[in-house]
């Protein structure tokens, strides 16, 4: 399996433009959770979702971020407007049916820079 | 609610001697631990988990973790280590819940 696949890598973007993150889960897994990577924070949850259905997005910092789910294979986060302070490295990650006791695996994260 | 404790930033220890990398967690119901492994540019690996058993548990490219309830710790451990080593290791809980909390990350240096 080619494991959890992120799109693009690298995000550069100005202050006010729109920006989608991509996410291709493992196959057969029902479970994918948005993370975000900064120095001072660490990684933070931003949001799960279970059989495409968002289960907590408490983790979102506001509703410039937004989440879609629209099938198995599939998932984008959104950031509009971007503004700096998102400058971050996103990872996504996925795991099999009974989240609970089992492991996430992440991609390789894109780093997004907001100008 | 869960926490990770990471105690030290920074781990430095010369190729072939023993490493350990320190974590202590914080949860309400049964406590499930990992480690994960970041390389630079890199996404999260994983290395073990925990999740009942043996209080010794033993995973990827030789680490093993101790699981110690009665001091909440789950420290990282490798006997000799590689230059290769050198990266930035999570520990992680999950109670009951879906919710995995990280610890800060401590970034291992090995030298040659």
């Known amino acids: 399996d080619a494991g959890v696949i992120q799109s693009p890598r690298h995000e550069v973007t100005e202050m006010g433009q729109e920006v989608t993150l991509r996410c291709k889960p493992i196959s057969g897994h029902n479970s994918l959770f948005w993370y975000r990577q900064t120095m001072m924070r660490g990684l933070e949850l931003l949001i799960y979702f279970n059989n495409n259905v968002p289960i907590d997005d408490s983790g979102m910092p506001e509703d410039r971020f937004s989440a879609k789910m629209p099938n198995a294979s599939f998932s984008t986060l959104k950031i509009q407007p971007s503004e700096p302070r998102d400058s971050a490295v996103y990872f996504c990650a996925s795991s099999f049916p009974g989240a609970t006791k089992n492991i996430q695996y992440f991609g390789a994260g894109t780093r997004l820079s907001v100008l | 609610a869960q926490s990770v404790a990471q105690p030290e930033d920074q781990v430095n220890v010369a190729e072939g001697n023993p490493l350990t990398v320190k974590c202590t967690y914080s949860v309400s119901g049964n406590p499930y631990l990992f480690w994960y492994v970041q390389y630079p540019n890199r996404g999260l690996q994983f290395l073990l988990k925990y999740i009942t058993g043996d209080n010794l548990v033993k995973g990827s490219y030789g680490f093993e973790a101790e699981f110690n309830k009665s001091q909440t710790s789950f420290h990282l451990k490798k006997p000799s280590a590689l230059v290769s080593d050198s990266a930035l290791y999570f520990c992680?809980?999950?109670?009951?819940?879906?919710?995995?909390?990280f610890g800060a990350g401590t970034t291992v240096t090995v030298r040659a």
């Open positions: 992680a809980v999950r109670g009951d819940d879906y919710k995995l909390s």
